[in-house]
């Protein structure tokens, strides 16, 4: 894994993306010479074509990041993979042509785009079919030791299973502390020295997997293989970087107090990201104001109720604000009190469920956004009776308040709708990681990423 502004990428995505890059730049190359020699003119300038070329790469490669052609689905998937990669080429193209139509004075070749686009796609699609034969392989997962033979051990070892796993476990070491589930593990008794032994299996990292800790932690053992130059983590911190979000399980209070993240020294990230959500907002609002002034007025027809929505919910700090949706529901749907939504919930209206497929019902929350309520990117606030309900239920639920919620989020790409406590669960440990890891690098990765929910919303409800 290669940790970036706080985020980490596994080693096979990275160089996938690279390549992509790499084949994305001579795609633009091949087009335009293509081109040239099908007009029978001169390349032309080198510095212009090389703004284009790279104008073209950079729109296309950050459409594949927003439309999920790094996930996991789709380093297994042929079919899923060139679903996204003509999605993400698409999406770049008509971005260029907007830019093209909008600023005439731009050059950003429309002559060539066409081929552009075909030679990205065909390069695209056969980098994905080498990719699959090759990212699979054990060469490109690092290995681990792992001391322990419990039940922590047994789930790294299912993890490791998984086929978009970065790792393979080189061996097991049962270190005494519980009768071992692990049937391979080696006795840590019959091992002399834990350092060859981590050299001998090729392990290049040590993941600290013991039930219990106290009185028990092998300081020693960690020092020889730490001192060798192998990586020592524990299980807990493992687990964040594989799978991107804080295990609730294996938590305790001591490992958020001293591990990396909840940085305050990050005033001017704060501020850059508050400026990018007052011009954000304003921009969505100008916008979008006629597609809500539409939808308002079909909401209104078909059910003769307020055609907007309003609910308390809880923010930053815990503090209450007023939430504004376009509403999709019917207007007597919490007559009741609050209730989760659910799959195929009865009280959602025809209009409704078309608003929330496409997000539509979101876009009077940048009101909220504009004026500091809320920002684009953060925890999904929730409403108060819930809250109660869920810090007495979920151990660390008032930390996910740290940060100010947000339209989209960490939660909101990873895991589905949640429409019970377990849900709330699940996307509390991703809204953790957020709060703990929050960057603004952070921050763009979940907007390119949603994009994704919006365009596949096997999320929405």
Do not use: C
């Amino acid at each position: 894994m290669i940790r970036l502004f706080k985020h980490y990428i596994s080693y096979n995505v990275v160089l996938l993306s690279l390549i992509d890059f790499m084949l994305l730049l001579l795609a633009g190359e091949a087009a335009w010479r293509l081109r040239v020699m099908q007009i029978g003119t001169g390349v032309g300038e080198v510095s212009d074509r090389a703004v284009e070329i790279g104008v073209f790469a950079g729109v296309i490669w950050l459409g594949m990041i927003a439309v999920g052609s790094y996930g996991p689905e789709a380093l297994r998937s042929i079919r899923f993979a060139t679903a996204r990669l003509l999605v993400a080429v698409s999406l770049g193209v008509l971005a260029i042509s907007l830019v093209n139509f909008v600023l005439p004075g731009s050059a950003l070749w429309r002559s060539v785009l066409l081929y552009a686009m075909g030679i990205a796609i065909l390069v695209l699609v056969a980098n994905r079919i080498l990719a699959s034969r090759m990212l699979g392989a054990e060469a490109f997962r690092r290995t681990v030791l792992v001391l322990g033979a419990g039940e922590r051990a047994r789930r790294l070892e299912r993890l490791s299973h998984r086929p978009e796993s970065g790792f393979r476990i080189g061996a097991f070491v049962a270190m005494g502390e519980t009768a071992p589930l692990i049937a391979t593990a080696v006795q840590r008794e019959s091992i002399s020295d834990l350092g060859r032994f981590a050299d001998r299996v090729g392990a290049t990292e040590v993941v600290l997997a013991l039930q219990e800790r106290r009185n028990s932690l092998p300081l020693k053992d960690l020092l020889r293989v730490k001192t060798q130059g192998v990586h020592v983590n524990d299980f807990s911190s493992f687990l964040e970087r594989e799978l991107g979000r804080v295990d609730l399980d294996t938590l305790n209070p001591s490992w958020l107090i001293f591990s990396d993240g909840f940085s305050a020294g990050r005033r001017l990230s704060s501020i850059g990201k508050r400026t990018f959500d007052i011009v954000a907002s304003l921009l969505l609002l100008i916008v979008g104001l006629p597609l809500i002034g539409i939808f308002a007025v079909l909401v209104k027809l078909e059910t003769g109720g307020p055609a907007f929505f309003r609910q308390k919910r809880v923010g930053l700090y815990g503090q209450t604000f007023t939430l504004i949706k376009l509403r999709s529901m019917r207007f007597d749907a919490e007559a009741n009190g609050a209730q989760w939504a659910e799959k195929g919930d009865p009280r959602v209206t025809r209009v409704g469920r078309v608003i929330r497929t496409v997000r539509i019902d979101e876009l009077p929350q940048a009101w909220s956004v504009l004026k500091g309520e809320m920002s684009f990117v953060g925890p999904r606030p929730e409403v108060p009776a819930f809250v109660t309900e869920l810090e007495k239920a979920l151990p660390y639920y008032a930390e996910r308040h740290v940060v100010k919620p947000g339209i989209t989020g960490w939660a909101q790409i990873n895991y589905p709708y949640g429409a019970n406590t377990e849900d709330a669960r699940h996307k509390l440990e991703y809204d953790l990681y957020y709060a703990k890891n929050y960057t603004p690098f952070l921050d763009l990765l979940i907007l390119l990423q949603t994009a994704r929910v919006i365009l596949w919303p096997d999320g929405a409800r």
